[in-house]
């Protein structure tokens, strides 16, 4: 994450904004998530930083409302602890927005 949000080729970008949002249904992930943003330097203009504590099925919604009429690049990432929530026409969704990826990680020790 520190290597991202400290990359020297985002400065190079003109009128560039990205904006995160970080959501955990875990409190002490959340925490953990804080204290290293804290330790990290970036640019606070540039990358704009959310932090939600939401279950899934209460952000998506909230969430796809706005992607639809952005023509900016957008990607989502979906850890394995969300999966059992995602439901197939979410992904179909997600994945036909307008320049859009979609990374659904699963980790070797799940498989």
């Known amino acids: 994450m520190k290597y991202i949000l400290t990359a020297p080729q985002l400065k190079q970008k003109r009128n560039l904004q990205i904006f995160i949002l970080f959501n955990d249904q875990n409190s002490d992930n959340i925490e953990n998530l804080k204290k290293e ?12 930083i959310t932090i939600e504590n939401s ?39 997600l994945m036909n927005l307008y320049r859009t990826e979609v990374l659904l990680f699963s980790p070797l020790f799940h498989t």
């Open 37 to 48: 943003l804290k330790s990290t330097k970036y640019d606070e203009n540039l990358i704009h």
């Open 55 to 93: 279950k899934y099925e209460d952000l998506l919604p909230r969430l796809l409302r706005k992607p639809e009429k952005l023509k900016i690049p957008k990607f989502f990432f979906l850890d394995p602890f969300t999966y059992t929530n995602v439901k197939m026409e979410d992904l179909h969704y």
